[in-house]
């Protein structure tokens, strides 16, 4: 009973705080309405060419129509991908890809950075308010900046920030087509949907104001994110991939600061309140779920992988440790094989993270690869199972090896395809786990 009291006490001091969120969100949408019908009627709203992105309607069904074809496309891919044993080979298509997203990054950060620093609109005359306590027009400005009529602004660069959000949707399909599934969590796809909800949203409202913040901010980070990822695709290492985690964490920080700030200014600063509230609760939700990552990695030593696919990080940095098992296989008649590891893998391990390699030996496999990552399976020897499949075609020896792993059990095993018929290959799988994992094992 008396842990429920500090929750009660704690209900009743805040009812009056979402009182006066719930009075100024509404209060604020009607005004925003009413200014945004105003500008519809007297052309002072921005447009963009084949569809107006700074129209509500429009908005609407643009929204639910790419997100639901975003999903429905995610989910068929994904069934498509787990029948299929082979990944597909992108590293160009990345390497492309990624070098889009730099360059687009960087266009709609350095744009935003002249537009405040080097506009016009700093020597225009501060216009004259009724209120003294409503702030002037400042272009440069933290909070408080007015949208600015009669102008282009950067309306047509938070358009491009926008349609962005939806090219990299094709971060989830090329983790799909590599087989890379452990990086399409659930927080992965709520990430991307809602990005693409909260800035749509939020455009036919806020085209030059405080919203200019956010937008650089999360910019900044993707240049330094993608850059990353287009390194890698060369085989470099940068020296920020370390701090990549804490530029995230650091991003939705300072967005939730710059929300907090302008709504405790009053209504007539900034963006209008329930655009605010918004991204203080998107944002405000991002730290919650980044700050129990960071408790599970930095502070407990353990891998927090319902992250995969939304929080960059360096395994070094984060505390991690491997387990490493070696050894050698002789491929079958087709090129493949079951590879078994020993009885005690993964023993008092939760969920650890695999990393293989592969080395043949003797001549060149260009196109040998893991098919099928390491799962409980069958406790026999790889080279019994070659034995028991003989001299059969590839597909035949396919269904014999998982009809061995079905019946057989005591081990992990996984497949090895794409080598050369009866060639030999050395190979290696690590767990990585956390510190303390690695101490009890």
């Known amino acids: 009973m008396i842990p429920l009291l500090p929750i009660a ?55 639910v129509w790419m997100n639901l074809g975003y999903l429905v496309l995610t989910c068929g891919l994904y069934a498509h991908m787990r029948r299929r044993e082979k990944a597909h080979q992108l590293k160009q298509v990345l390497t492309v890809y990624n070098l889009i997203n730099v360059l687009v990054s960087s266009y709609v950060s350095a744009s935003i950075l002249k537009y405040k620093l080097f506009s016009s609109v700093l020597n225009a005359p501060l216009p004259q308010h009724a209120n003294s306590h409503s702030p002037p027009f400042i272009a440069t400005s933290f909070i408080c900046n007015q949208l600015p009529l009669g102008h282009p602004g950067l309306a047509s660069v938070f358009a491009v920030y ?16 590599r087989r890379s599934f452990r990086q399409v969590t659930f927080l992965h796809l709520f990430h991307h949907t809602s990005i693409t909800v909260i800035v749509g949203s939020l455009m036919p409202f806020d085209f030059g104001g405080d919203m200019y913040f956010p937008i650089l901010v999360n910019s900044l980070c993707h240049v330094a994110v993608y850059l990353h990822y287009f390194c890698t695709c060369l085989g470099l290492n940068p020296w920020w991939s370390a701090h990549l985690a804490t530029l995230q964490v650091a991003q939705f920080a300072a967005i939730f600061l710059q929300s907090l700030l302008a709504f405790y200014e009053g209504p007539r600063c900034g963006s209008p309140d329930f655009s605010k509230i918004l991204m203080m609760v998107y944002t405000g939700s991002m730290l919650v779920l980044f700050s129990d990552f960071f408790f599970k990695r930095y502070i407990l030593r353990q891998p927090a992988y319902d992250m995969c696919g939304v929080m960059k990080n360096d395994p070094a940095e984060a505390g991690l440790s491997t387990l490493s098992y070696v050894g050698s296989v002789r491929l079958g008649p087709d090129g493949s094989a079951v590879v078994c590891l020993p009885r005690h893998f993964r023993e008092g391990l939760s969920s650890p993270l695999y990393v293989y390699h592969l080395t043949p030996v003797g001549s060149p496999m260009p196109n ?36 061995v792993v079905q019946r057989a059990g005591g081990s992990y095993t996984f497949v090895v395809r794409g080598g050369r018929p009866k060639g030999l290959v050395s190979w290696t799988v690590c767990c990585v786990v956390g510190d303390e994992a690695i101490r009890q094992h």
Do not use: C
């Open 368 to 403: 040998l690869y893991v098919s099928r990552e390491v799962l409980w399976g069958s406790g026999i020897s790889d080279g019994e199972i070659n034995r028991k499949r003989g001299d059969r075609t590839s597909s035949e020896g396919v269904v014999l090896m998982e009809q």
């Open 162 to 177: 926008y349609l962005q959000k939806y090219f990299e949707f094709l971060d989830t399909y090329f983790f799909i087509l």
């Open 9 to 63: 006490l704690g209900g009743v001091l805040a009812a009056p705080f979402m009182g006066t969120l719930y009075r100024r969100a509404t209060e604020s949408l009607h005004i925003a309405q009413t200014a945004y019908e105003h500008r519809i009627a007297g052309g002072l709203q921005p447009t963009t060419p084949l569809i107006n992105l700074f129209v509500v309607e429009n908005q609407e069904q643009l929204l």
